[in-house]
């Protein structure tokens, strides 16, 4: 099966914990990307990856980073979680190297801060 | 990039065909039009794209207008599984990574 993968599906945690979250597609693809979908169901881009290249980093908290070992994955790390993390994190992934091609989404992993 | 503005919500009958408006006043040449719905528990999905003129697939037809600053989307004979948030999105097909989506349309489907 080729899509776009994502785990864990929910994670509670606590405000200062570290979290990781894992994306991979089996796609073929070379962009991947990470966006946050809050209480309001705004999607908002937070990273993209073409070739292990960070190409799109937006004005993210620094505790956020991205993580990849190859083309066809992709990690988010929160270091020190707030409360206002809470929100789903979807990956998507895209062909080609330079364009804003149809994405492919994963269903999400859904954080949950107390 | 072009911002959109589309109806927060519509309403429509099993077996209607709907009619989702997106308005993109601000386009630029080298922007495209894509299409996207997100049904609960799932991330986004793609369904049409189109640049001018006409656009028809097996899931939906694309209709823009010739200045550009207006898209339909349209969906014949829907069914419950077509309730959803349908996003437009405006965006360079080349050299762009950024994609924007707003607060999309939500349709509500009753049998």
């Known amino acids: 099966e080729t899509a776009v993968f994502q785990t864990p599906n929910y994670h509670v945690t606590q405000v200062g914990n570290e979290v990781s979250f894992n994306c991979k597609q089996t796609?073929?693809?070379?962009?991947m990307y990470w966006y946050k979908q809050d209480s309001k169901k705004l999607l908002k881009i937070m990273f993209s990856?073409?070739?292990?290249?960070?190409?799109v980093n937006e004005t993210v908290p620094r505790r956020f980073s991205p993580q990849s070992s190859d083309k066809a994955h992709l990690n988010l790390r929160i270091k020190s979680v707030e409360p206002e993390d809470s929100a789903v994190y979807l990956c998507a992934s895209s062909p080609g190297t330079g364009g804003a091609y149809e994405q492919y989404f994963g269903p999400g992993t859904r954080l949950t801060v107390l | 990039l072009a911002k959109t503005t589309q109806p927060p919500s519509m309403e429509a009958y099993e077996g209607q065909e709907v009619n989702v408006s997106c308005s993109h006043t601000?386009?630029?040449?080298?922007?495209?039009i894509y299409w996207y719905r997100q049904v609960p528990h799932q991330g986004p999905q793609f369904i049409i794209q189109g640049y001018k003129d006409y656009v028809v697939n097996e899931v939906a037809s694309l209709f823009i207008s010739a200045d550009r600053k207006l898209s339909t989307l349209s969906l014949p004979w829907v069914s419950l599984r077509d309730a959803a948030v349908y996003y437009c999105?405006?965006?360079?097909?080349?050299?762009?990574?950024?994609?924007?989506f707003g607060s999309g349309t939500r349709l509500l489907v009753s049998p």
């Open positions: 796609l073929g693809h070379d962009t």
């Open positions: 990856y073409n070739n292990k290249q960070l190409i």
């Open positions: 999105i405006v965006t360079p097909r080349a050299g762009g990574y950024k994609v924007v």
């Open positions: 601000n386009i630029a040449t080298s922007e495209y």
